[in-house]
């Protein structure tokens, strides 16, 4: 449970930042409606929609509201389902989690007879004629109004459970959400993306589809200039909890969350592939993706070395691993560089750390082979626990003791586990899926199925030679003393010489100097109540964080200062923070 110096939650689990005024975004299908018909005539009016769109809704709301001549359904272009399964299946394989990145587009997805006819027809059309779904910026590309309809991957992961939704041009709706995801993250996103990068230039609207028939619009020169003022200010992507097998309780006081579920294992509160973004307007709130940040303006938010290394991908991710009063996270080693772009097409790989946000006065992490581990024992009795269930972990993995604002750093194969009863900021690199569990002490999922298991996976990544001396000597507490000033010291925290992230860790009580060094920041505020982020050229508003909050900071920022505010004045508080590391 917390430790007992936490107050109650301050914790701000709807962060927005303010844009513009309540006239700027229409709200609910009448307003929308009004705006686009004062926009728009006559001609052809393309709603392109992300996959996970409600196709059904947004078409009986324009049909209802505009009474095109026509509506002309990108669906209707779309290979048969069972064609586009075969295509899919080439590329997805038979691994229930893991696929091979590829480079599939939306146009993949039409029969080219099919999309020929379609494009006829919207050339052909009279009156007003509505071109909707994915990929009706292909039917119609000179299309008089371009509307984008988004929505935020974690709804979209919602409506796949509750099997609303299939995958784009299946008829999958009754499958789990283990298959469904996987399409997502290998082609249907990625296929997506690949055609909304195209399109972010020259949106004339956007819709935010988030909230079944509770549609919000707004302009696509306000949706640029909203991603360009936010890629020059701190910001926070919306975070979202959810449970699992191992999880426990501490973020449910923390983060003033509902008992609703039997426990909260993870917060992902900077993944922005899978975050969102809320912009205030007035007292309305338009959601969007925050991959759309990293798309529009890659170079302001990132910076040019880390753009020029990355593109257009977000490098650092932070979540929340809570084990209070729960299990331990299933063993697990990630993937060699080598490996990952061997076997699945990634260019980086998941290198990570635990930072201890909170821990019981006997947690653990699980960390490196002990000495006298043998591997081909060690892989035995792996296999042999699969029909078993039973596994001696503590006989062959290091459990090094885990206290508060510890820092345990995690090269890509190590072996590795958090241990029950302690709070973990998880900083790693942004491919998260690719984890080899290789014992998850004899449980099943929230599903009731046996979780997968990859340990041939595991046995090609396993570096045997990171034992009991190598991993105190490298990957525990590495803790340096970097600079002071008056009322602030900084730490480095790592993390290891084969991660490209750095960790610096800054305690204070007064007022902290920080830069971005032309590379976007991400900082965590692990100790005390709140602080306020500041331009000492006011080029900014202020900015306040609380307690266990990620922030993100662009590169664009440059210079900006952190000290306490309000109810922490006067007493220490402390800041994770992480950056690409320069390369020599």
Known sequence: MPSSNHRSSNYDKHPFT???ASEDCAMGWAEVARVLASHHKTGILCVECYPGVSLPEVEQALQQCLHPNAIIRASDGYKSPATVEAMLRSLLGDDRVFARMNGLEIADYFDPALLAQQRQSALEATGLTVVLGTGAALIAPHATTLVYADMARWEIQLRWRSQQL????????????APKYKCGYFVEW?????????????????????????PKLISGNDFRRALHSLAHRPFRVVPYFDPGPWGGHWMEEVCDLPRDVPNHAWCFDCVPEEN???????????????????????????????HGRFGTEFPIRFDLLDTMGGGNLSLQVHPLTEYIQDKFGMAYTQDESYYLLDATDDACVYLGLKDNADPDTFLSE?????????FPADSFVNAWPAHKHDHFLIPAGTIHCSGKDSMVLEISATPYIFTFKLWDWGRVGLDDLPRPIHIDHGEANIQWDRRTDWVRDNLVNRITPIASGPGWREESTGLHEREFIESRRHWFTGTVPHHTGGGVNVLNLVEGVEAIVESPAAAFPPFVVHYAETFIVPAAVGEYTIRPHGPAVGQECATIKAFVRTRA
Do not use: M, W, Y
């Open 18 to 20: 303010p844009i513009g």
């Open 166 to 177: 299939a995958n784009l041009g299946l008829e999958n709706h009754a499958e789990g959400i």
């Open 190 to 214: 990625r296929a997506a993306d690949r055609l909304k990068k195209t399109l972010l230039p020259r949106i004339d609207f956007v819709l935010d589809t988030n909230v079944a028939n509770s």
């Open 276 to 306: 969102s973004l809320v912009l205030g307007f007035g007292d309305r709130r338009f959601e969007i993706p925050a991959i759309d940040l990293v798309f529009a303006e890659p170079r302001a938010l990132l910076g040019d070395s880390v």
């Open 382 to 390: 792996l296999r042999t626990a699969q029909t078993t269930q039973q």
